[in-house]
């Protein structure tokens, strides 16, 4: 019987782990996941594909660990023995980085240098190889050089978290070249889903939305409506991380859609799916501005459609349909039916709801 393919995963919590995993799983891997420990569970996004570990039909396991822990991270890759790594963990909120930019860079930056030592190392003891995955991030752009966007385009970060990203990226090519580690970066452009933390700024305006048309909130806060952003679906964009990892050669990819749109763009649509004129909610809050913004982010994916034959198959508006959809449907504002990927929004439904519940 042919041994299943064991992957390790960090950031296994987040919207992206999340979806990977069940990709993984949908493949026939064994996944495993390093969590952080805290004082309250945070696996709410991958508690629908856990199983207890004492099952023996169980292919998710999580191990306690973390980015700022070499040691820890040496010896869960001595255990699980993966033949993939998917670097996904991170201090991923750029304005939070701004405030806490030490520990964003450790767990970013020197995150990323320890998984690398502990592979380079577990290789040199065992002879097995391991194929690495690092997430980085169009934030890398940062002031924008060329547009769009594309692999040989010059970084130039303009935040704690965008700058611990390109030395991540770099330590990636580093080892590929100086140690012969299939290691691959993948230039991910902002991709979004229901699963997106509530703090950043498309789930922040959709999960609002909902808790506009339930009465429960009257003002969203907001800071800069100018930023444009290339949007895409995170289910569509970790498909492009596994494709890295099959492909002969290690190599880096930019995963965009090729579009760009304002978060106005972003706040018009949202507001419009429940019939709201979003300019009667929404409050401008300097708080939420950047020391440095980064104005314009298009990315060009020829490469990658090209080289591992991926395609994005979800719009921007439908994207932005799905989201709001889903903070209703979690908020029991509309029926709990219809498909993730074709949104249907019972409009009647929501005009009486909104009718009663917004004052």
Not at 307 to 327: N, Y
Request: glycine share 8%.
């Amino acid at each position: 019987m042919t041994e299943s393919k064991r992957a390790l995963l960090t950031g296994i919590t987040g919207q992206d782990g999340s979806y990977l995993s069940e990709l993984l799983l949908e493949k026939g891997y064994e996944v495993h996941g390093i969590i952080r420990r805290t004082s309250t569970f945070n696996t709410d996004r991958i508690d629908h594909i856990y199983e207890d570990p004492h099952n023996e039909q169980a292919r998710l396991f999580l191990h306690y660990g973390d980015l700022t822990d070499g040691t820890t991270l040496r010896r869960i890759l001595e255990e699980v023995k993966p033949h993939e790594i998917y670097n996904l963990g991170a201090q991923s909120h750029v304005r939070v980085s701004f405030d806490s930019p030490e520990y964003t860079v450790d767990a970013v930056g020197m995150g990323t240098l320890r998984l690398l030592e502990a592979i380079r190392d577990y290789r040199h003891r065992t002879g097995i190889d391991v194929r690495f995955y690092q997430a980085g991030s169009s934030e890398m752009y940062g002031k924008v050089q060329d547009v769009p966007q594309r692999e040989s385009t010059p970084f130039y970060p303009r935040s704690p978290y965008a700058c611990a990203k390109v030395y991540a990226h770099w330590q990636t090519i580093n080892y590929r070249e100086s140690y012969g580690l299939f290691a691959c970066n993948g230039i991910l452009f902002n991709h979004e889903s229901p699963r997106r933390g509530e703090t950043f700024v498309t789930r922040k305006i959709t999960r609002a939305i909902a808790r506009i048309v339930a009465g429960q909130q009257k003002t969203l806060h907001m800071g800069n409506l100018d930023a444009k952003r290339d949007w895409g679906y995170a289910k569509d964009y970790v498909k492009a991380m596994w494709l890295m990892l099959q492909q002969d050669v290690a190599d880096d990819y930019v995963v965009a859609t090729g579009e760009t749109h304002s978060v106005e763009k972003f706040l018009e649509l949202s507001f419009g799916y429940v019939n709201l004129n979003w300019r009667d909610y929404v409050a401008f809050d300097e708080r939420y501005l950047r020391p440095t913004e980064v104005d314009l982010l298009i990315g060009d994916p020829t490469k990658t459609k090209e080289k591992l034959g991926w395609q994005p198959s979800v719009t921007f508006e439908e994207l932005v349909r799905l989201m709001v959809e889903a903070d209703l449907k979690a908020m029991g504002l509309i029926p709990l039916n219809g498909h993730e990927h074709q949104p249907v929004l019972d409009q009647a439904i929501i005009r009486k709801v909104i009718g009663s519940g917004v004052s």
